[in-house]
Protein backbone atom coordinates (compact mmCIF):
# COMPACT_ATOMS: atom_id res chain seq x y z
CA UNK A 1 0.00 0.00 0.00
CA UNK A 2 0.58 3.34 -0.44
CA UNK A 3 2.38 5.22 2.41
CA UNK A 4 -0.27 7.64 4.08
CA UNK A 5 -3.06 6.49 1.93
CA UNK A 6 -6.65 5.72 3.46
CA UNK A 7 -7.27 1.92 3.13
CA UNK A 8 -9.72 0.97 0.89
CA UNK A 9 -9.58 3.93 -1.70
CA UNK A 10 -7.38 2.96 -4.63
CA UNK A 11 -4.54 6.12 -5.90
CA UNK A 12 -4.93 6.34 -9.64
CA UNK A 13 -2.04 5.87 -11.34
CA UNK A 14 -0.08 8.35 -12.25
CA UNK A 15 -2.41 11.24 -11.34
CA UNK A 16 -1.61 11.67 -7.96
CA UNK A 17 -5.74 11.56 -7.56
CA UNK A 18 -7.77 9.09 -5.05
CA UNK A 19 -10.36 7.36 -7.42
CA UNK A 20 -12.98 7.95 -4.33
CA UNK A 21 -12.74 11.48 -4.74
CA UNK A 22 -12.94 11.63 -7.99
CA UNK A 23 -16.57 10.00 -8.24
CA UNK A 24 -17.61 12.41 -5.49
CA UNK A 25 -16.59 15.14 -7.75
CA UNK A 26 -18.49 13.08 -10.60
CA UNK A 27 -21.37 12.84 -8.45
CA UNK A 28 -22.18 16.66 -7.33
CA UNK A 29 -21.40 17.56 -11.08
CA UNK A 30 -24.24 15.54 -12.09
CA UNK A 31 -26.31 16.39 -9.33
CA UNK A 32 -25.75 19.84 -10.28
CA UNK A 33 -26.83 19.09 -14.07
CA UNK A 34 -30.03 17.70 -12.88
CA UNK A 35 -30.72 20.39 -10.46
CA UNK A 36 -30.38 22.62 -13.51
CA UNK A 37 -32.73 20.67 -15.63
CA UNK A 38 -35.05 20.71 -12.99
CA UNK A 39 -34.70 24.42 -12.67
CA UNK A 40 -35.50 25.25 -16.44
CA UNK A 41 -38.52 22.41 -16.58
CA UNK A 42 -40.10 24.93 -13.48
CA UNK A 43 -39.15 28.29 -15.70
CA UNK A 44 -40.75 26.57 -18.45
CA UNK A 45 -44.03 25.39 -16.97
CA UNK A 46 -44.56 28.93 -14.89
CA UNK A 47 -44.09 30.87 -17.68
CA UNK A 48 -46.91 28.16 -19.51
CA UNK A 49 -48.92 28.89 -16.71
CA UNK A 50 -49.09 32.64 -16.89
CA UNK A 51 -46.28 35.14 -18.41
CA UNK A 52 -45.03 38.56 -18.42
CA UNK A 53 -43.50 41.13 -20.85
CA UNK A 54 -40.52 43.72 -19.95
CA UNK A 55 -42.99 46.52 -20.62
CA UNK A 56 -45.47 45.11 -17.92
CA UNK A 57 -42.63 44.56 -15.29
CA UNK A 58 -41.10 48.42 -16.49
CA UNK A 59 -44.90 49.64 -15.72
CA UNK A 60 -45.08 47.62 -12.31
CA UNK A 61 -42.17 49.22 -11.50
CA UNK A 62 -43.24 53.22 -12.61
CA UNK A 63 -46.36 51.91 -10.20
CA UNK A 64 -44.42 51.18 -7.21
CA UNK A 65 -42.06 54.43 -8.24
CA UNK A 66 -39.19 51.71 -8.32
CA UNK A 67 -38.71 51.24 -4.51
CA UNK A 68 -39.12 47.94 -2.74
CA UNK A 69 -42.84 47.17 -1.41
CA UNK A 70 -41.64 45.83 1.41
CA UNK A 71 -39.39 48.20 3.30
CA UNK A 72 -40.10 51.03 1.00
CA UNK A 73 -36.14 51.61 0.40
CA UNK A 74 -35.70 51.60 3.71
CA UNK A 75 -33.22 49.02 3.45
CA UNK A 76 -30.53 50.92 1.93
CA UNK A 77 -30.49 48.52 -0.97
CA UNK A 78 -30.82 50.00 -4.60
CA UNK A 79 -31.13 47.63 -6.54
CA UNK A 80 -34.57 46.09 -7.31
CA UNK A 81 -35.64 42.25 -8.10
CA UNK A 82 -38.32 40.82 -9.19
CA UNK A 83 -39.64 38.23 -6.49
CA UNK A 84 -42.16 35.78 -7.30
CA UNK A 85 -44.77 35.86 -4.38
CA UNK A 86 -45.06 32.26 -4.93
CA UNK A 87 -41.75 30.44 -5.62
CA UNK A 88 -41.58 28.79 -8.85
CA UNK A 89 -40.64 25.63 -7.07
CA UNK A 90 -43.68 25.08 -5.62
CA UNK A 91 -45.47 25.70 -8.22
CA UNK A 92 -46.37 29.71 -8.92
CA UNK A 93 -46.56 31.71 -11.88
CA UNK A 94 -44.02 33.76 -13.69
CA UNK A 95 -47.03 35.82 -14.21
CA UNK A 96 -48.17 39.54 -12.93
CA UNK A 97 -50.28 38.82 -10.51
CA UNK A 98 -47.43 36.72 -8.85
CA UNK A 99 -44.34 38.94 -8.73
CA UNK A 100 -43.81 42.09 -7.12
CA UNK A 101 -40.70 44.56 -6.63
CA UNK A 102 -38.32 43.90 -3.92
CA UNK A 103 -34.76 45.00 -3.25
CA UNK A 104 -32.33 42.49 -2.63
CA UNK A 105 -31.91 42.86 0.83
CA UNK A 106 -36.38 41.68 1.31
CA UNK A 107 -35.60 39.34 -1.58
CA UNK A 108 -32.95 37.55 0.50
CA UNK A 109 -34.51 38.26 3.75
CA UNK A 110 -37.79 36.59 2.33
CA UNK A 111 -36.32 32.80 1.93
CA UNK A 112 -39.72 30.65 0.80
CA UNK A 113 -42.93 33.04 2.74
CA UNK A 114 -45.64 33.91 0.31
CA UNK A 115 -46.39 37.41 1.25
CA UNK A 116 -47.96 39.79 -1.15
CA UNK A 117 -46.64 43.65 -0.23
CA UNK A 118 -47.87 44.84 -2.90
CA UNK A 119 -51.50 45.78 -1.48
CA UNK A 120 -49.80 47.46 1.46
CA UNK A 121 -47.12 49.58 -0.69
CA UNK A 122 -50.49 50.78 -2.71
CA UNK A 123 -52.20 52.10 0.27
CA UNK A 124 -48.71 53.98 1.65
CA UNK A 125 -48.63 55.11 -1.99
CA UNK A 126 -52.23 56.02 -1.96
CA UNK A 127 -53.39 54.09 -5.18
CA UNK A 128 -55.72 51.68 -6.22
CA UNK A 129 -53.68 48.58 -7.10
CA UNK A 130 -54.51 47.70 -10.28
CA UNK A 131 -56.77 44.29 -10.87
CA UNK A 132 -54.14 42.91 -13.02
CA UNK A 133 -51.80 42.85 -9.84
CA UNK A 134 -54.38 40.55 -8.23
CA UNK A 135 -54.43 36.89 -8.61
CA UNK A 136 -57.81 36.00 -9.94
CA UNK A 137 -57.97 40.11 -10.33
Not at 41 to 46: F, I, K, M
Not at 84 to 91: R, S
Not at 120 to 129: P, T
Amino acid sequence: PVRGAISGIKRQAGTGLFLFMSTVYKIKAEKRRQNGKIRRQRERDAKLKSNHSHNEWIEMLDFFEWSCVRCNGYSGSSFIEKDHIQPIYIGGSNGLNNIQPLCSYCNRSKSSENIDWRLQAANRLNKKLPSKYIKNG
